[in-house]
């Protein structure tokens, strides 16, 4: 215990001191867009004994958005285009607040297999999966999972291996052992200081919310599955046309990642979108939204 205590006073004064060096917090500047305020219709659905919420828009081809690590699916309003051709779809990862999710423990083949539950309850036979950060792992396993049910295969800003750094490390031990006010700050400090470095702060208090909303053992769930998530010796089998997305200033996920997938993975493009972070599909969503376009008329 007072190692724990110890290692916590220690990482705080790290951080502390690393969050007054580099550029500001945010840009206050810049307005939300207009698609940020719309209200979307929601449906709820039952899927391998927890309960989630989705929404669609359009009609056409099943393109599926899956979630980043926060698990709240994105807005579709922020791809107009996509719609008016496809069939978009987004959803609720499980482990969200009243989402009635009875597992002790859960990782990314679960939450595959959830993705697979999806498929049956909305009767799809196939579809393109759109991978944002965690929620590309989980779309590079149903790819290995179930290979005849993915169209395409889109990963903005995911990997085949995270590397849990010193900065990472730190991060996951507050998430796990600190108490919550260390946990928030902590949170606050890595949205602020990598994943919406520089960025308007409208995105930066959205980002905070979204990654705070989840129960904090759904947290530590997710930060484990990711230390276990390793697909690097799998990612030859993946055979469907995949595109591979990201922000030219990302220091999450950045473009060594995407150049470890790009390498690895048959009939693979690598697109990167430029003057943007982790954040692209947020603060670029017509250039995020044109480039998957492109993509699709192969």
Known sequence: MNFIKYFLFISLLLIIGVAGCGSPR????LK??????????????????????YSISGKGTPVIFIPGLSGIKPKLSAYPKLAKKYKCLSYNLRGLNGDNNKLAYYDIKQLSDD??????????DKAVLIGNSYGGCVALQFALD???KVEALILKGTFAKFDFDFK?????FFVKYAPDFLYRFAMRKHVED????????????????CDLSAPRKTAIQR????RKFDIRDKLSKIKTPTLIIVGSQDELTGIKYQLYLGSHIPNSYIKVIKSVGHLVDILKPAEYEQVILNFLKY
């Open 26 to 29: 945010y840009n206050s500047s």
């Open 32 to 53: 939300p867009p207009r698609w940020f305020f719309v209200r979307e219709k929601e449906q709820t659905i039952e899927i391998n004994g927890y309960q989630t919420k």
């Open 115 to 124: 993705l697979n539950a999806l498929f049956a309850k909305l009767k799809l």
């Open 146 to 148: 179930h290979p005849e």
């Open 168 to 172: 990472n490390n730190v991060l996951a």
């Open 194 to 209: 990598v994943v919406a470095k520089g960025e308007p702060q409208w995105a930066y208090d959205y980002i905070l919310e």
């Open 223 to 226: 930060i484990e599955s990711l």
